[in-house]
């Protein structure tokens, strides 16, 4: 069965520093991945996805995502973070596996993002 | 303005009460999904469709029941509201499965069962 790990509830960075926000993921066969944010109160946007490819993708408000097969990861980054960036984020998981019937993604619990002015 | 909605946007209810919380989308996409937000649980997926009239069960279907007559409405209906279901609910949908996806969400509902 597929599934996502986001290893860390909340991530403290100063602004103007990179940041990551982790994820691992288990699939039986290929994935799709996928990083959405979420403002307060409001519905989940999406920021980028990994489908196949060159391994960093690159999504909205300069966020890049790095896929690594070896080690099943799925890391979000930014060279410099803004306040603005300070939100909830999920990253989810499709198995595209030939034996996997489903249609569903798997989202991860979420990571809180806190950018310290 | 095109894109996903959702209504109510905040629903109070009673323990036992039947309650249905709506979803509509104008941009004709095949799939529809149900989630509920819960601290500590991140998304989990009620309910999906991948078209009119098919629908299918998610991680946590119990106590929920799902239709589709029309591609463009998703409605979740709640038969016999409990505490348990206290939560926020959001509906999103996508393109077809050959295409990209990704999903696009609604605002959400929030749902209190007192």
């Known amino acids: 069965a597929q599934s996502v790990a986001q290893p860390e509830d909340q991530v403290n960075v100063a602004e103007g520093n990179p940041l990551t926000v982790k994820c691992t993921y288990s699939?039986?066969?290929?994935?799709?991945l996928f990083w959405y944010v979420q403002y307060p109160n409001r519905g989940l946007q999406f920021l980028l996805k990994y489908i196949t490819g060159d391994n960093l993708v690159k999504g909205s408000y300069g966020f890049e995502a790095e896929f690594n097969k070896s080690q099943t990861s799925f890391h979000l980054k930014k060279p410099s973070a803004l306040v603005s960036d300070s939100a909830l984020y999920f990253c989810?998981?499709?198995?595209?596996?030939?034996?996997?019937?489903?249609?569903?993604?798997?989202f991860g619990k979420g990571t809180r993002l806190h950018i310290l002015p | 303005d095109a894109g996903i909605t959702q209504s109510p946007r905040y629903k109070i209810t009673e323990t036992g009460r039947q309650v249905t919380l709506m979803c509509h989308q104008t941009w004709s996409h095949s799939y529809m999904f149900w989630y509920r937000q819960d601290l500590g649980h991140g998304l989990r997926l009620i309910y999906y469709s991948a078209a009119a009239d098919i629908t299918d069960k998610g991680e946590v279907p119990d106590g929920y029941v799902v239709s589709r007559s029309k591609t463009e409405n998703f409605p979740l209906t709640l038969e016999s509201a409990t505490r348990s279901q206290t939560s926020v609910y959001f509906c999103?949908?996508?393109?077809?499965?050959?295409?990209?996806?990704?999903?696009?969400f609604g605002p959400g509902t929030r749902l209190t069962v007192t």
């Open positions: 999103a949908s996508s393109p077809l499965r050959e295409v990209s996806y990704e999903q696009y």
């Open positions: 699939v039986s066969g290929n994935p799709y």
């Open positions: 989810a998981v499709r198995d595209i596996s030939p034996m996997n019937r489903d249609d569903k993604i798997i």
